[in-house]
């Protein structure tokens, strides 16, 4: 076999000129997007020309070519018009270690497939309990995404309350979790997946201000037990993603405590205030959790995507998965805290502590303080924006960076805004100049920003309004 591709491919001479070309673009990129010399967030194209164009390119495109439109259309996340989803723009130099990652490739499963990045991890992990108020029983690891960590977690909590029960047997006893209505979806998914089907969770109203209405716990909680459910856990969010809500952790955690279940937070997108000396409270009761999940691809600089999974009791995180020992996975006397793979859901994983460690030790965490606070205080002030505005309605005053608001009219019923304001979001994104997304909470179409990026100004929030009024002003008949 002549293996001239191979030696190509494998060239390290290639490497390094490809490297530097793609490094030089990406810097370039960064400045356009940061320093806003490039006027769109993205450009925009529907699925079928976007999958025309790219099936054409395989055939016919210049291979020196790509790289520039894959970047020309890709969202522009260090753009300060961006104020979408709650993905980071990431720190650039986690942009280095995402490349570190991709040529060691460590595979992380078992100690030797990754020593330096097992250590690392233990070391990032002991720092958020820390930071958390975890004691010295505490422990974790990092896992692929908010979604997997909260079923992850709820595995755990079967796992805690049920003993080797479910695990070994199955089961068929009702058992249920409770959450609040507006909880990620994922963890209504999560349950599913678990087997406890619909009724087996317990979605708890909101109050006015769309926290986890507290008053309700106890009677819900006598409901379901009187239903013949056994409760295993309830679930704090911190803050909720639809309306970046954080819900009262302090009380929800007493009552989880006088009940004896589990307590799980989902602080997927919040939980990085742990670092924000004035948002901090925001998690106040947090260290009561049995669990907690933060994503770092959100709040904290990192990419796409890594995710701590704490426990207040770390042998909760041994117990998980805990099965027959096999080829891989042999048992051990004392908790083997360095082969990832017993306790995470993968086997296979990325080095994502090289993400974390990297940030603190080259910036050390005040810089986690520095993002969220800023971009929680750009959520307020925006929404003080929006609040003295009379065409505009906020849902509720926010408490992080997310801000649900809407275009309103006295002379226009709930369905024709619902109409207006998809129309207006739809328009925005066709244009490309802003990116924000819309959301529906209990039939009101809303649109919803989420501040994601520490550039992002006063300024650019009044350019949004006066471009969102533009848009409306026909369909008003302004
Ligand atoms: C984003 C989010 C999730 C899902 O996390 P992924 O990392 O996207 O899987 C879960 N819960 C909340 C509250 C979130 O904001």
């Keep these: 076999m002549d293996k001239q591709l191979l030696q190509t491919a494998y060239s390290p001479e290639d490497f390094r000129q490809n490297g530097h070309q793609l490094i030089d673009l990406l810097a370039e990129h960064l400045d356009k997007s940061l320093n806003k010399s490039s006027s769109k967030v993205l450009n925009w194209e529907n699925p079928s020309e976007e999958y025309k164009f790219w099936n054409n ?49 460590n595979g992380m499963g078992i100690y030797e497939m990754g020593m330096a990045p097992t250590a690392m991890e233990r070391v990032v992990v002991e720092q958020l309990c820390k930071e958390i108020g975890y004691g010295k029983k505490s422990d974790g690891f990092l896992t692929s995404g908010g979604t997997l960590a909260n079923l992850t977690a709820l595995l755990s909590a079967r796992k805690n309350r049920t003993g080797n029960d479910v695990w070994e047997n199955g089961t ?64 704090g969010s911190a803050p909720s993603t639809a309306t970046g809500i954080y819900d009262d952790l302090e009380t929800i955690g007493d009552f989880a405590f006088e009940k004896g279940i589990w307590f799980h937070i989902d602080a997927a997108h919040g939980g990085g205030a742990i670092f924000s000396s004035k948002y901090k409270s925001l998690l106040k009761g947090m260290k009561k959790a049995d669990s907690i999940v933060i994503d770092g691809h959100k709040m904290m600089m990192m990419p796409s995507i890594t995710t701590a999974l704490l426990f207040k009791e770390g042998r909760d995180s041994h117990n ?47 810089i986690f303080d520095e993002f969220v606070t800023t971009l929680y205080d750009l959520g307020q002030e925006f929404g003080e ?16 960076n ?77």
Aim: aromatic fraction near 10%; glycine fraction near 4%; charge should be positive.
């Design 172 to 235: 068929s006893n009702k058992l249920a979790i409770m959450v609040s209505e507006e909880a990620h979806y994922c963890i209504d998914r999560a349950a599913r997946i678990m087997g406890l089907g619909e009724k087996g969770i317990i979605k708890i109203a909101v109050d006015e201000g769309f926290a986890l209405k507290t008053e309700l716990l106890e009677q819900s909680y006598k409901k379901t037990i009187h239903e013949g459910y056994e409760v295993i856990a309830i679930v």
């Design 385 to 400: 924006l929006l609040e003295n505005d009379p065409l505009f309605e906020i849902a509720v005053k926010p408490m992080s």
């Design 320 to 366: 998980t998965f805990r099965q027959k020992a096999d080829y891989l996975l042999q048992d051990s006397k004392e908790e083997d805290w360095y082969n990832l793979a017993k306790r995470t859901f993968e086997c296979t994983k990325y080095m994502m502590s090289l993400h974390w460690y990297t940030l603190l030790k080259i910036y050390g965490k005040s």
């Design 57 to 105: 390119f395989l055939f016919n495109g210049k291979p020196s070519d790509l790289n520039n439109e894959i970047i020309k259309r890709s969202i522009h996340l260090h753009h300060p018009h961006y104020m979408g989803h709650q993905i980071s723009p990431v720190a650039p130099i986690t942009g280095l270690t995402s490349l570190l990652n991709a040529i060691l490739n």
């Design 402 to 478: 997310i801000i649900c608001f809407r275009l309103i009219n006295k002379d226009k019923d709930l369905l024709s805004l619902n109409k207006i304001n998809s129309t207006v979001r739809q328009k925005l994104l066709e244009e490309g100049e802003f990116y924000i997304v819309q959301t529906k909470i209990k039939d009101i179409v809303y649109l919803r920003a989420t501040i994601m990026n520490p550039f992002t100004t006063e300024e650019h929030f009044k350019k949004l309004l006066d471009n969102i009024k533009r848009k409306a002003f026909p369909l008003l008949n302004l």
